[in-house]
């Protein structure tokens, strides 16, 4: 769990970075994608800790997730405002669901695990929630390009716990 977890707050920190290199600072929505930026930089370190605290491999697939996350945000960002916002609806839309299965199975195992899984699944899903209404879901193609969005998501999750 931590390793993937892991992956995927570093994954969220290069999309805002590719965001917001493409937007710029001085963009109305850059605002709102620094302050994201800066949770998910705090839920990173946080994973960061728990990885060395536990002796928990990262995943080998960081240098992929590194481009990777960069790329669809500066790409979405290319697209629009609006479709980087949809990025971000569709990405906490799939994390929403995968913290969500973790606290199922950790249940009453790991509490101080599933206290900061808890707390970092509210956060990400107050970032769905700005996203949507910063007009996600009136980006161009939106249906589609989120759709494209959570299933590499999910595919990068389940790569992110085998490798």
């Known amino acids: 769990m931590i390793r993937v977890d892991q ?4 994954g969220a920190t290069r999309i805002y970075a590719g965001q917001l290199a493409v937007l710029g600072d001085r963009h109305p929505a ?10 998910e930089q705090r ?3 946080e994973f960061d800790r ?3 605290d536990r002796g928990v491999r990262p995943t080998l ?12 945000g500066a790409a979405t960002a290319l697209l629009g405002p609006e479709a980087a916002m949809a990025c971000t609806a569709a990405v906490e839309t799939e994390i929403d669901k995968h913290y969500a299965e973790q606290l199922k199975a950790l249940g009453d195992d790991d509490a101080d695990l599933a206290e900061t899984i808890a707390e970092f699944q509210a956060e990400e899903l107050e970032h769905r929630d700005a996203a949507i209404a910063a007009g996600a879901e009136n980006a161009l193609g939106y249906p589609v390009l989120s759709a494209v969005i959570r299933a590499g998501c999910r ?5 992110s716990k085998r490798i």
Do not use: C, D, K, S
């Open 61 to 72: 697939l960081q240098p992929v997730w590194n481009v990777a996350g960069y790329a669809l």
């Open 43 to 45: 839920h990173l370190e």
């Open 50 to 52: 728990l990885i060395a």
């Open 30 to 39: 850059a605002r709102a994608i620094a302050r994201m930026a800066t949770q």
């Open 155 to 159: 595919a990068a999750i389940a790569l």
């Open 7 to 10: 992956a995927g707050e570093y």
